[in-house]
């Protein structure tokens, strides 16, 4: 099993991003997948979960209205969309398989003026 994301960067409030988990090893299409993030001197904390086949998310409240979860099975990959990025979004974010689990490697987002 290997996750791979891509896509953080550094921001300013207000601005958006587009988070990237490519998979592989496993039959994407069958499992559940996740986001979460870490910040500073905080424990990891779930941003975002959906189903298999993308009919169902959850997230965070502190997230929901600004980030979307979704995935392309054909392309084995899911994502995060960030809009209206705030300060406190600033953290690493994980891609995880939570059947395993499997973790991937973050990638660092940071939001500051």
């Known amino acids: 099993v290997q996750l791979v994301e891509s896509g953080g960067g550094l921001v300013q409030p207000g601005e958006s991003l587009r988070l990237s988990c490519a998979a592989s090893?496993?039959?994407?299409?069958?499992?559940?997948m996740s986001w979460y993030r870490q910040a500073p001197g905080k424990e990891r904390e779930l941003v975002a979960g959906i189903t298999s086949a993308g009919g169902v998310t959850n997230y965070a409240d502190s997230v929901k209205g600004r980030f979307t979860i979704s995935r392309d099975n054909a392309k084995n990959t899911v994502y995060l969309q960030m809009n209206s990025l705030k300060p406190e979004d600033t953290a690493v974010y994980y891609c995880?398989?939570?059947?395993?689990?499997?973790w991937g490697q973050g990638t660092q987002v940071t939001v500051s003026s």
């Open positions: 995880v398989r939570r059947v395993g689990p499997y």
């Open positions: 090893g496993f039959t994407f299409s069958s499992y559940a």
